[in-house]
C-alpha cells in the first residue's frame, strides 16, 4: 500500500441553545473491516464505507431533534445497526459509520459547552444511560468509570509488522526511502525512545517463532529488559486450539519463554472473527488453564460483543474510536462492573495502527486519555510521514495550537514522541481532542 483516501466529516449542530460546527475524520484503509480477499479496494470496500458513511449520516439528520446527545446517538446507532442486519452489511463495518458521524457530532456538543471530553462525559451532559442498553449496568455512572482526570502522557506501542526490517544492519542492505522519519525497529527505539511493542503474528507456527525470536533479540539490545509486549494474532488461527499449539511451539524455545513469561502483556485476537464468539472457542478456552491473556478486537462488532467475550473466558477487548465513543465507554463501565463483581478487571485496550492527525489521531488520543488506557498502538506518524500530505498552513496551525504532540521534524511537522510517551495536555484542553475547527473545504472532496 502507498496511499489511503482519508475522509473527513464536517456537520452543523444546534447545541445548548446555539449553532456549532464540528468535525470528525478517519483513514478508509483496505482490509480491516472487512477481511475478504475476493474484493477489490477502488470497486468493493471503498464503496461499501462509503455508504455506510453515507447512510449513518443520513440517519443522523433524519433523527431531528433529540432531548440529550445520548438519545440521539442511541437512535443513530439501532438504525445503523437494524439496516445493516437487512443489507447483510457486517456489523463492524456499520459501526464505523455511526462513529463518524457520533464524533463529528460529539465535537459540536464539546465546543458547544466550552468543554474537553473528559469533563463533558464525567459530568455526564450527555445524558449517557448505561442500564438502557445493558440493564445489569443500572446502578453505574460515567463518574464511576472514569478517572477524575485524563492522562497527561500516553505510551507509544510500536506495531512490529510482518514485513518491517528489524535492525539497522539489516537497513543498510535495504533501499528505502529517505523522509527523515527512523526506518527499522531498532532506530524507532533508538529515535523515540519505545518501550511498548506489539508483534503482529502470520499464523505459521515456524515462521512466527524464528520472527519472534529475531525480534525479542532487537527489543532486549535496544530497549532493555523493561520493555513489554502484546502478540496480535491477526485472525491467523481457525481455533483457539490451534493457537495453543502454536503458543507451545512458541515457548519451547528458551529465548522466547524467557521473553514472555517476563513481558507479554496479552494476545489481541488470535481466532479469525466468523469463530472468536463462538462456543467452540469458549470451550477450548475454557481447557486452556494456563492461557496467556486473550481478548478481542476485530470481533467486537456490536453491544453484545465484549459481554459475549467475557462470558466465554477472553480477558478483554480494544478500544478504537472507529468502533464508537459511546460504545467504548459501555466498555469502559463493562470492565468497572466486572471489577466490582468478581475482582477481576478485564483488560481495556487502546488500538490503530495507522491513525493520523490532523484530527483522527487527536480525538483518539483524547478518548485513550479519557479513559485512562496507558499505552496505545499507534504507527500511522511514521507510515504517513507525519502531517506532510497537508498545506505548510495546516501544519503550522496544529503545531501552534499542539506544540506539546507536534514538532517539525526537517520539511514537515510530525508527532513528537518524548522517552516512548506522548504529552496531552493541548489534547486534553480542547473540546474533543482538536483544538482549532479545521475547515474541511481546502481538502479535496468527492461526491459520494
Not at 471530553?117 to 443500572?138: I, T, Y
Not at 463483581?341 to 485513550?368: C, F, K, M, W
Request: with cysteine; proline share 4%; net charge negative.
Amino acid at each position: 500500500m502507498t496511499e489511503a483516501p482519508h475522509l473527513f466529516v464536517q456537520t452543523t449542530v444546534e447545541a445548548n441553545g446555539q449553532i456549532v460546527h464540528g468535525i470528525s475524520s478517519d483513514g478508509l484503509p483496505p482490509k480491516w473491516f472487512t477481511k475478504n480477499s475476493d474484493t477489490a479496494f477502488q470497486d468493493d470496500d471503498l464503496p461499501s464505507m462509503l455508504r455506510v458513511i453515507r447512510n449513518a449520516a443520513d440517519i443522523g439528520v433524519q433523527l431531528g431533534r433529540r432531548r440529550s446527545f445520548f438519545d440521539w446517538w442511541r437512535g443513530l446507532y439501532q438504525a445503523q445497526h437494524d439496516w445493516a442486519d437487512e443489507n447483510g452489511i457486517e456489523q463492524l463495518l456499520a459501526g464505523f459509520g455511526v462513529s463518524l458521524i457520533e464524533r463529528a457530532v460529539l465535537d459540536a456538543v464539546c465546543r458547544s459547552l466550552n468543554s474537553p471530553l473528559h469533563k463533558v462525559l464525567r459530568e455526564n451532559a450527555l445524558e449517557v444511560d448505561f442500564r438502557s442498553l445493558r440493564p445489569q449496568l443500572r446502578s453505574i455512572t460515567p463518574a464511576d468509570v472514569l478517572p477524575n482526570r485524563p492522562r497527561s502522557k500516553v505510551a507509544i506501542r510500536h506495531t512490529v509488522g510482518l514485513s518491517d526490517v528489524l535492525s539497522n544492519t539489516e537497513h543498510a542492505n535495504r533501499d528505502a526511502s529517505d523522509d527523515g522519519l527512523p526506518y527499522t525497529l531498532e532506530e524507532n527505539i533508538q529515535t523515540y525512545g519505545i518501550r511498548y511493542f506489539k508483534i503482529k503474528l502470520c499464523g505459521d507456527a515456524a515462521a512466527d517463532r524464528d520472527r519472534l525470536r529475531e525480534i525479542f533479540q532487537v527489543i532486549e539490545r535496544t530497549a532493555g529488559t523493561d520493555a513489554r509486549f502484546t502478540l496480535d494474532g491477526n485472525e491467523s488461527f481457525p481455533t483457539i486450539e490451534v493457537f495453543r499449539r502454536a503458543w507451545t511451539d512458541f515457548l519451547a524455545d528458551d529465548s522466547i519463554r524467557g521473553f514472555a513469561e517476563r513481558s507479554l502483556l496479552f494476545v489481541e485476537q488470535p481466532v479469525d472473527r466468523a469463530a472468536t464468539l463462538s462456543d467452540d472457542c469458549g470451550r477450548d478456552l475454557a481447557e486452556w488453564t494456563d492461557a496467556p491473556p486473550i481478548i478481542i478486537d476485530e470481533s467486537d462488532a456490536d453491544m453484545s460483543s465484549f459481554p459475549r467475550a467475557l462470558e466465554l473466558g477472553y480477558s478483554g477487548t480494544s478500544h478504537k474510536n472507529c468502533k464508537g465513543i459511546l460504545k467504548g465507554l459501555f466498555t469502559l463501565a463493562t470492565v468497572f462492573a466486572n471489577e466490582t463483581e468478581s475482582g477481576t478487571r478485564p483488560i481495556l485496550s487502546a488500538e490503530d495502527l495507522g491513525n493520523v492527525g490532523p484530527v483522527a489521531l487527536l480525538q483518539d488520543l483524547a478518548s485513550v486519555a479519557t479513559f485512562g488506557i496507558s499505552h496505545v498502538e499507534r504507527n500511522g506518524h511514521h507510515y504517513f510521514a507525519g502531517l506532510s500530505m497537508f498545506s505548510d498552513e495546516l501544519q503550522q496551525l496544529m503545531l501552534e495550537h499542539h506544540g506539546d504532540l507536534y514538532s517539525r521534524r526537517g520539511g514537515f511537522v510530525a508527532l513528537n514522541p518524548q522517552n516512548g510517551d506522548l504529552h496531552l495536555d493541548s489534547v486534553n484542553a480542547a473540546p474533543f481532542g482538536l483544538q482549532p475547527l479545521i475547515d474541511v473545504s481546502q481538502f479535496a472532496s468527492w461526491d459520494f
